[in-house]
Structures are given as structure tokens and as C-alpha cells.
């Protein structure tokens, strides 16, 4: 059994895997040894990755390293895919290890992957597992959040993931309250964006496989015109390859 941990910048995501398969996973606010130690149970866990988008509490690392085999995830970590962007080092773990997920489930082929969570990421790796990097914009949240706070009169707007808003938007352009108006001009605004952007790499690259995935990403399915795939947990599937990959590397 293996521990994979992803602390992102809203939330911590602990998953178990047994080779392959993922057997559990949960989402907590505020990652703790004492949140590690009733997730895990009586499980025997041989090995974790542990990575984080921010500085990581000592006790957690430390509790980690005295019970189990570890590996911090880190710009040096060994990849199973070729790394070409050009600052590793500020590259986001999510990022690499969607696409690492990516190749695992399209061998050979050229992947788009589009994250769409706190910030949409747009990740492309070619057909020679050679991860080129790709873009960044603002999530659901952040757009209405800026919205509110650089104005002094329009009001905060949140969307649940469980919304039918975007899932049924079918080019409304006229808002017709304010509320409604900042719904229509964000949801406008990130379909326009994930349909230019697929058709933009679609041209330059043949064969290209899109893969959608992160807390908004159902939201947002049914608007766009070329062909998905829809995966959940990508990014835990993506470190947990990682994490058998350096295991593999370090067999004698």
C-alpha cells in the first residue's frame, strides 16, 4: 500500500493506492499527523509521497520520515517523462504530474491537460513524453473574487460544483441583474478560452487527446466543442507513477 499527499492552496488530498489502484482518498482542510494517522488506519503503508504547493508543517515531515519510506516532491525529483520547461523549479507538482498521468493513460500520443481548479493550467506533452509547459489563467473563484474586491459595488458570486449554471449555459450574452450579469460574463469568458485554446493546439498538433480534470472541471464539460476525456484524481494518479518510479530507480 502506498500514501500519496497533495497539499494544495485551499486543501490537503491523502490517498491510498495499492499499485494502481486507488482505494481511498479524503480532503481536509488542514493536514495533521493525527489526520494522517486516521486516514492511513491499520493499513500497512511501505511507501508516501508527500508534495505541497507551500512550506510543510516539521511534525508531519518528521512523523513521516521516522514511519515510512518518503520522498518530498522537488524540482530534482527523478521523472518518468522529459522535463523541457525552462524554470523546473518554479513549476507546480500538480502541473508535471498531470501530465505524467496523461502519458499513462495515452501512450504515444499528444495530451492536453487543462486543471481547472483555484487557476485553470493548460499542460501539453507531445507524443515523445517531452512535457513543454503551457498556461495559466484565473479560476471560477478568483475571476468573481476580483471582480469584488478591485470594485467597490459588485457584489462576491460563488458557484457550487454542483451548479447546473455552466452545464446549461447555452450562449446567453444578456445578464439580466447584476448577480446574473458577472455569472454570464465569467462562464462566457472561461468556455470562450478552453475552446480557443484546445482548437489552437488541435491545429498545431495531430492526434491530440484533451483531459479535463480539478474541482470545477464538471461544470464546465458539456460547453466544449472538441472532444474530452474526463478523468478525476489525475494529479493523485500522476504522483503516485512518480512515486513508482523512483522506487523502480532505486531497485538494485
Do not use: W
Not at 34 to 55: D, H, M, P, Q
Not at 216 to 243: M, R
Amino acid at each position: 500500500m502506498k500514501l500519496v499527499i497533495d497539499i494544495g492552496n485551499s486543501k490537503a488530498k491523502l490517498a491510498l493506492f495499492d499499485s494502481t489502484a486507488l482505494v481511498s482518498r479524503r480532503s481536509i482542510t488542514k493536514l495533521s499527523v493525527a489526520g494522517i494517522k486516521k486516514f492511513v488506519g491499520k493499513k500497512k503503508v511501505e511507501r508516501v509521497l508527500l508534495a505541497s504547493v507551500k512550506e510543510i508543517n516539521s511534525s508531519i515531515v518528521s512523523y513521516l520520515k521516522n514511519n515510512y519510506h518518503v520522498i518530498i516532491f522537488s524540482s530534482k525529483t527523478d521523472l518518468p517523462v522529459k522535463n523541457k520547461y525552462k524554470t523546473p523549479a518554479t513549476l507546480g507538482y500538480d502541473r508535471i504530474a498531470s501530465v505524467v498521468a496523461a502519458v499513462n493513460i495515452y501512450p504515444g500520443t499528444n495530451a492536453l491537460v487543462i486543471d481547472m481548479g483555484s487557476c485553470i493550467t493548460y499542460n501539453f506533452i507531445n507524443s515523445r513524453k517531452e512535457y513543454l509547459g503551457g498556461s495559466i489563467s484565473p479560476g471560477l473563484d478568483m475571476r468573481f473574487k476580483a471582480m469584488h474586491n478591485f470594485t467597490d459595488k459588485l457584489p462576491l458570486v460563488k458557484i457550487s460544483p454542483g451548479s447546473h449554471k455552466a452545464r446549461t449555459f447555452a450562449g446567453k450574452i444578456i445578464g439580466s441583474s447584476t448577480k446574473e450579469s458577472m455569472e454570464q460574463g465569467v462562464l462566457a469568458g472561461i468556455i470562450g478560452e478552453l475552446n480557443s485554446v484546445i482548437g489552437q493546439y488541435g491545429k498545431k498538433y495531430k492526434g491530440l487527446k484533451v483531459i479535463i480534470t480539478g474541482g470545477d472541471a464538471a461544470l464546465f464539460e458539456s460547453n466544449i466543442k472538441s472532444k474530452i476525456f474526463a478523468v478525476p484524481n489525475l494529479v493523485l494518479q500522476g504522483l503516485n507513477i512518480i512515486l513508482d518510479h523512483n522506487a523502480i530507480k532505486r531497485k538494485p
